[in-house]
């Protein structure tokens, strides 16, 4: 693919114009993003999403290597970035190389993304040494729901040290870049000041190098989830709501299918 973004490339971005974000999981929505964005991010937001799951916890390799191969196909400039998965990663550097490695065969991303800091520090220069560019996730992880006790806010008052060492753990690791999920907006400045690889926020700040936000509650479409950071640019859910309501009520009172939907007995002048 010839003007695909890399790592490098995002890594350059450090300060410099945001860099756009989004998640996809399939071919349509991975070209919506693509024609707009800098980094499309196969997320385990999957799972909730479009599987209905009740956490990313039960998120399989198996559907991030079938997401990934389906975004892939609809990826031409953006970087591709594939998230690990709850369970393949954090037992070992070794045990994350090896899924690592599967999801970069299986589905043809350049990238992947952990959630963790100080801790998956080593894991994370495991993999930059071998060839795995790794963008991390810290603040909220939700991955880490059940000791963490929810999704809050993390990093505010004392407990902002603990960020911070973290953002400068896995930037130490050789990270690209990281995502910093739902923290205070003061301490997401001061991360982005002091770290030199781009942060990308969600629920951070305006002034983090880069957002991100899940396309389908940005667009809408997955409007049973509201949080605060979510700016919702279109109500599709509504649209689509209203639509399938149209149809059910065409098909009841049989004007649908109308006569520019069915066939005739003849096949028309000039076709076979
Ligand atoms: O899974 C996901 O969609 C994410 C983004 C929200 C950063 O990790
Ligand atoms: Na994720």
Redesign the pocket.
């Known amino acids: 693919k010839a003007n695909t973004l890399t790592p490098s490339d995002i890594l350059a971005r450090k300060g410099g114009d945001p860099l756009v974000?989004l998640?996809a999981y399939t071919t349509p929505m991975a070209r919506l993003v693509d024609a707009h964005c800098d980094v499309v991010?196969?997320?385990?937001?999957?799972g909730m999403?479009l599987h209905g799951l009740p956490s990313?916890l039960g998120v399989t390799m198996e559907m991030m290597v079938m997401h990934g191969a389906a975004v892939a196909r609809g990826v031409s400039r953006a970087l591709m970035v594939v998230?690990m998965p709850f369970g393949s990663y954090e037992e070992s550097p070794e045990q994350a190389f090896r899924n690592a490695a599967r999801l970069m065969r299986q589905t043809g991303c350049a990238a992947v993304?952990l959630?963790g800091g100080v801790a998956m520090a080593d894991t994370i220069a495991y993999l930059a040494a071998r060839s795995i560019p790794v963008m991390a996730?810290i603040g909220l992880t939700?991955q880490a729901i059940n000791t963490l006790g929810g999704y809050k806010v993390q990093g505010r008052g004392d407990d902002a040290a603990r960020i911070l060492s973290d953002a400068r753990a896995v930037a130490e690791a050789g990270a690209f870049a990281v995502?910093l999920?739902k923290v205070p907006e003061s301490l997401a400045n001061q991360i982005t000041a002091d770290l030199p690889i781009p942060t990308?926020g969600?629920g951070a700040s305006a002034d983090c190098d880069g957002q991100?936000?899940?396309v389908d509650d940005m667009l809408g479409l997955f409007a049973a989830f509201k949080p605060k950071f979510v700016k919702r640019f279109a109500e599709l859910e509504g649209d689509a709501d209203a639509a399938i309501a149209d149809y059910a009520k065409q098909v009841r009172a049989r004007s649908f299918p109308g006569p520019e939907h069915v066939f005739g007995d003849q096949a028309p002048e000039g076709t076979t």
């Open positions: 974000c998640t991010l196969v997320g385990d937001s999957v999403v990313t998230d993304k959630e996730h939700p995502v999920e990308i969600i991100i936000l899940v």
